[in-house]
């Protein structure tokens, strides 16, 4: 049987890829610095620290009949129209 011989991809960009998924991710980078959307997330709160936005009101929620469900599709499309409808 031939062996298999894994390849490893020596591209230096690739090898540049961080360890830590918060470089990618975080709102700063690794020195402390923050990213363009931590800015953006300073502004909002400094927008909303005074007035808070309200939350949007829903309707009330039907209750599932758990049992109808999971025995016929017909109730269960018949629930989820109804969900639908109250939002």
Known sequence: MPQTRLSVNTNSERNKLPN???????????DGKTKAWGRAFQDLSKKFSDHPPHPKTTNTR???NWVA????MKSEKEF????FTAF
């Open 62 to 64: 039907p209750a599932m």
């Open 80 to 83: 989820r129209d109804e969900y």
């Open 69 to 72: 469900c999971l025995s016929s």
């Open 20 to 30: 830590d998924c918060s470089e990618l991710t975080g709102l700063a980078t690794a």
